[in-house]
């Protein structure tokens, strides 16, 4: 069952007249983050850039809002995000950027309005670490990369 958590946000002068971030439909995980260029950027294919979407959000405590790339533009140009996802703390107050990366062949060009990622809400639970000599046995023990692949 869904739940629903208030998130404030603020625009600042950079966001005036795009929407708020939204739900493309119905049964959507993310909401939708827009460029707030002022004018058009053009990502080489290997270039990264912070890309600001003119918004700032309160989260409530014990939650966190990850940053995801698109897979639209994933699969069409070559875009995605270079710390994928992203974290955004329930402490953090500042403008919420995105850190594109350009991983196809031709320049994507990003205008104003462009929908440029995607932000998930998401439960945070806090870890208690506690020291010890051994760890519990598994079947997997050590097994890493690829392990269950055959290879």
Known sequence: MERSVKVYVKRDGR???LPLPG????????????????????????????VPTGIRIELPRGYEAQ????????LRYGLSIVNAPGTIDADYRG?????????GEEPVRIARGDR??????????????????ELGATER????FGHTDGL
């Open 15 to 17: 966001a005036a007249g």
């Open 23 to 50: 739900y493309m439909s119905e049964a959507a995980a993310g909401l939708d983050l827009y460029a707030a260029v002022q004018r058009d950027i053009v990502l080489m294919p290997g270039e990264r850039r912070l």
């Open 67 to 74: 940053i995801r790339p698109r897979s639209g533009l994933a």
């Open 95 to 103: 403008e919420i950027g995105v850190i594109l990366i350009n991983l």
């Open 116 to 133: 440029i990622a995607q932000m998930v809400i998401a439960p945070v639970a806090r870890a208690e670490l506690i020291e010890v000599d």
């Open 141 to 144: 023990a050590e097994g890493g």
